[in-house]
């Protein structure tokens, strides 16, 4: 099945650590996101990729850093200079760019815990 | 600031009423408004989705109204069913920059049998 892999699903960090979260799609998409859900905040977009070793910075990037070596891989490390690490991670996918005929595919999510 | 306000944060509706959810946005540059529902655990996955140009559009039990002066558009669950409980988040982006959706807060919608 075609799809977007998130992993591992939960992730327990102390703080101070980098963590990375691994995104891996099979759906030949060019272009991959990065956002952040809390609770009643809805989805922000931290990074994201239109073309393999290219990456652009979201609206919440500080803290964060990615790599596009492969067009199937996404990985988001999360520093330990992000102040408030702990939230839900949804990795995305589209036919670049996201247009109305391109939606956001997206992951199940990892949920890191930093404590 | 949020970019796409909606609400209500939550609802419950009893089987087979009508859910009604409602965002509100500012920016004019938006041109593509597009519908997510997420199930616990999930990620959110493409509803059904709209362009200003059209004032409405529906798709099986599932409507988007669309209201360009007002700059409000909503989602309409007719005959709502149990296995529609989830949380939806409508969206917004931008003309000028197609990788840039915001997100509104989200709705945990119960549908009580």
């Known amino acids: 099945d075609g799809g977007i892999t998130q992993s591992p699903k939960y992730l327990f960090r102390k703080e101070g650590q980098n963590v990375t979260l691994s995104c891996e799609q099979n759906?030949?998409?060019?272009?991959m996101y990065w956002y952040r859900q809390d609770p009643g905040q809805g989805l922000r977009l931290i990074y994201y990729?239109?073309?393999?070793?290219?990456?652009q910075k979201g609206d919440i990037a500080e803290g964060y850093s990615v790599s596009r070596e492969k067009k199937e891989s996404f990985p988001l490390t999360v520093t330990s200079a992000q102040k408030n690490p702990t939230a839900f991670y949804l990795c995305?996918?589209?036919?670049?760019?996201?247009?109305?005929?391109?939606?956001?595919?997206f992951g199940n999510g990892t949920r890191l815990t930093v404590t | 600031q949020q970019q796409v306000k909606q609400s209500p944060q939550s609802l419950i509706v009893q089987k087979g009423g009508i859910s009604i959810i409602n965002c509100a946005y500012e920016?004019?540059?938006?041109?593509?408004f597009p519908w997510y529902q997420q199930f616990p655990g999930k990620g959110p996955a493409l509803l059904i989705a709209?362009?200003?140009?059209?004032s409405e559009k529906k798709e099986g039990r599932f409507t988007i109204s669309f209201n360009k002066s007002a700059k409000q558009f909503s989602l309409h669950i007719m005959d709502s069913q149990p296995g529609d409980s989830a949380t939806y988040f409508c969206?917004?982006?931008?003309?000028?920059?197609?990788?840039?959706?915001?997100f509104g807060s989200g709705t945990k919608l119960n549908v009580k049998p």
């Open positions: 995305a996918s589209s036919i670049a760019p996201a247009g109305a005929d391109s939606p956001l595919h």
């Open positions: 759906l030949n998409h060019d272009a």
């Open positions: 990729s239109q073309i393999v070793n290219d990456f």
């Open positions: 920016n004019t540059a938006f041109d593509y």
């Open positions: 709209i362009r200003p140009d059209v």
């Open positions: 969206a917004a982006r931008e003309d000028r920059d197609f990788n840039k959706f915001y």
